[in-house]
């Protein structure tokens, strides 16, 4: 049972580029979330989706795209990257109640130069 | 806007004692989840503990136990008999219940001297 898995788990960018991160479960969860980790600012969600074709935006969505087409897979794109999305991004999954909390994955650190 | 704060940015703790790091939430629900997360250097999110708001008992798991103050929204997580390997990033968290978005406080680092 491999959990959550993140692809890669570090990345440098240069201004410009587009990138995908890679994101999968093997849990059957049907929830599943991107988050940015800033220094000093915590988690704060992107985009997260509640099923097979369905997303939805999070608190910082700007300069991000999702999909999701299955219910193992929800990666995360990178369009025209800027230094402003040099972070941490951590893929998670869940499922309901949410007691539980979520499963992570190792997380990507991105560098955008 | 849901509101997860951590007042403590940094705490250092000797090894083998007990440290305490602080959580509060805003909320006007009743049904919701409380979780402490562990990070340590190697970058992996850890629960640590969990609290569901309409059990009074405070959670326990071993060495780590909350301190869950409704009336108050306060969720301290207590640390007792501290060890090397409990360094790390400690985040609070919570989700409303049927709610399925986590909201991250901006963690708290535990440093624990030998």
């Known amino acids: 049972n491999a959990g959550v898995t993140q692809t890669p788990k570090f990345r440098i960018l240069k201004i410009g580029q587009s990138m995908t991160l890679q994101c999968t479960q093997d849990?059957?969860?049907?929830?599943m979330y991107w988050y940015r980790q800033d220094p000093g600012m915590g988690l704060k969600l992107i985009y997260y989706?509640?099923?097979?074709?369905?997303?939805d935006k999070g608190e910082v969505p700007n300069g991000y795209n999702v999909s999701r087409s299955t219910t193992e897979d929800f990666p995360l794109r990178l369009e025209l990257a800027a230094p402003s999305q040099t972070s941490v991004y951590f893929c998670?999954?869940?499922?309901?109640?949410?007691?539980?909390?979520?499963?992570f994955g190792s997380g990507t650190r991105l560098t955008v130069v | 806007a849901q509101t997860v704060t951590q007042s403590q940015p940094e705490m250092s703790v000797q090894e083998a004692e007990t440290v305490t790091l602080s959580c509060t939430y805003d909320?006007?629900?009743?049904?919701?989840?409380l979780f402490w997360y562990k990070q340590p250097p190697s970058r992996q999110m850890i629960l640590v503990i969990r609290?569901?708001?309409?059990?009074?008992q405070n959670a326990t798991e071993n060495r780590f136990s909350v301190n869950f103050q409704k009336a108050a929204k306060s969720f301290s997580l207590k640390i007792s008999d501290s060890q090397l390997g409990d360094a790390a990033m400690y985040f609070c968290a919570y989700t409303q219940g049927g709610s399925e978005k986590l909201v991250f406080g901006k963690g708290t680092k535990l440093t624990v001297n030998p």
């Open positions: 998670a999954s869940s499922y309901p109640p949410f007691s539980h909390g979520y499963t």
């Open positions: 609290q569901e708001a309409y059990k009074q």
């Open positions: 909320t006007s629900e009743s049904d919701y989840y």
């Open positions: 989706s509640v099923g097979a074709g369905i997303t």
């Open positions: 849990m059957n969860h049907n929830y």
